[in-house]
C-alpha cells in the first residue's frame, strides 16, 4: 500500500491522474518493491474531464462511473479497493456488469466492521481503509471531498495506519520487503541472448532490412 501511494504521488506531482489502479497494474521488482504500470488510459489533470470514463469495473471510482468531473482522489479510491481486497479477499462492489457494480456503489457505503478484522489487521488497517470514525475521511468514501486523500497522497500518508513507515527509506528502498520474489533470469541478459541472436543473423545475411525485421517482430 505504501508503495502505491509513493508512485501516485509523483503522478499526481505532475499532474496525472492513472485512473486505472487495479492488481494487473502493479508488478514488484527483484527487491519486491511495487511500481505501478500500464499508463495507456492515464490522463493529465483538467476540470473539465467528465467524459474520461476509462478504468476497470470494480476499481473505478464512483464519480468516474457517473460520468462526473473528477481528480486525483480517484486514484485513491481504487487504492482503497485494494486494500479491501488485501484485508477481506474480495472487493467491496461487485457485479456482472459495469451497471450492477454502479449501482452497488450507489446504494450502500462499503465497510468493515471491527468483527470482521482478520488475524493481525489492526482497527487503524481499517479505519484507513473505510469510515470507522465519524471524524475521518477514508479511501472508499463515495464523496471524493470526503475520501481520504482529498486533500492530498500527504494526509494518507499521515494516517495513523502508516505511523511507523519511514517514506524516505521507502524511496530509496532501504526497507526489507514483506516478499522478495524468485528472479531466475534478468531481463538484462535476456536483451543480450537476444541482441547477439540478430547480430548473428545479420552478419548471415548481410541485410539491414533482415536485422530490422528480427529486432521488432
Not at 508488478?27 to 483538467?46: A, C, N
Not at 474531464?49 to 468516474?64: F, I, L
Not at 520474489?181 to 548471415?204: A, D, E, G
Request: proline letters at 4%.
Amino acid at each position: 500500500m505504501a508503495n502505491i501511494i509513493v508512485g501516485l504521488a509523483y503522478l499526481h506531482e505532475n499532474r496525472i491522474i492513472h485512473r486505472d489502479i487495479k492488481p494487473e497494474n502493479l508488478v514488484l521488482d527483484s527487491k519486491g518493491y511495487l511500481r505501478i504500470t500500464d499508463l495507456g488510459v492515464s490522463r493529465e489533470y483538467r476540470e473539465d474531464n467528465h467524459q474520461d470514463t476509462s478504468g476497470t469495473p470494480g476499481y473505478m471510482a464512483p464519480e468516474v462511473m457517473c460520468h462526473k468531473n473528477h481528480s486525483y482522489c480517484a486514484d485513491f479510491f481504487a487504492l482503497g479497493v485494494i486494500g479491501y481486497e488485501f484485508m477481506l479477499g474480495k472487493r467491496p462492489y461487485n457485479g456482472k456488469n459495469r451497471k450492477e457494480i454502479r449501482d452497488h456503489i450507489l446504494s450502500k457505503q462499503a465497510a468493515v466492521r471491527i468483527d470482521e478484522l482478520p488475524f493481525k489487521w489492526s482497527p487503524d488497517a481499517a479505519d484507513c481503509i473505510n469510515k470507522v470514525t465519524i471524524d475521518l475521511f477514508q479511501l472508499l468514501m463515495r464523496n471524493p471531498d470526503n475520501r481520504l486523500g482529498a486533500k492530498g497522497a500527504r494526509e494518507i500518508m499521515e494516517h495513523k495506519w502508516f505511523k511507523d513507515i519511514d517514506w524516505n527509506k521507502i524511496l530509496r528502498k532501504e526497507l526489507q520487503a514483506p516478499y522478495i520474489p524468485l528472479v531466475k533470469i534478468s531481463l538484462c541478459r535476456v536483451l543480450r541472448k537476444t541482441m547477439k541472436s540478430t547480430r548473428n543473423r545479420f552478419r548471415r545475411t548481410r541485410s539491414l532490412t533482415t536485422w530490422m525485421n528480427t529486432c521488432w517482430c
